[in-house]
């Protein structure tokens, strides 16, 4: 069984918008905290958003003010609402989890602390 599963994905225009979902399955979903990252082709992989099971929030400077990071703990899903869309924005999206706790400012975004990763959605933004 998967642990996650992104959906979502596809090719907007800029200024358009997406909500990516991630079903979480298993332990991957009793984790402390779950992120999304993503790679554009060519490059490293970085972090977007994340979120504790609290609800504390943290936001790469890219992603704040335009993504926003929910959970549904019922339906054990992750969501990221993303709006004003540009082309930077192009990228594979990866949903991810981890046992412990986000971590702030220092940890939340850091890829490597992660234990569970999606196999990823696309995202296309077009100018």
């Known amino acids: 069984q998967v642990p996650l599963v992104e959906s979502g994905g596809a090719s907007v225009q800029a200024g358009g918008s997406l909500r990516l979902s991630c079903a979480a399955s298993g332990y991957a979903y009793n984790a402390y905290c779950m992120g999304w990252f993503r790679q554009a082709t060519g490059k490293e992989r970085e972090g977007v958003a994340a979120?504790?099971?609290?609800?504390?929030?943290t936001y790469a400077d890219s992603a704040k003010g335009r993504f926003t990071i929910s959970q549904d703990n019922a339906k054990n899903i992750l969501y990221l609402q993303m709006s004003s869309l540009k082309p930077e924005d192009t990228a594979m999206y990866y949903c991810a989890s981890k046992s412990t706790y986000c971590g702030g400012d220092n940890w939340a975004l850091s890829g490597p602390t992660y234990d569970y990763w999606g196999q990823g959605t696309q995202v296309t933004v077009s100018s």
């Open positions: 979120i504790d099971r609290d609800g504390t929030t």
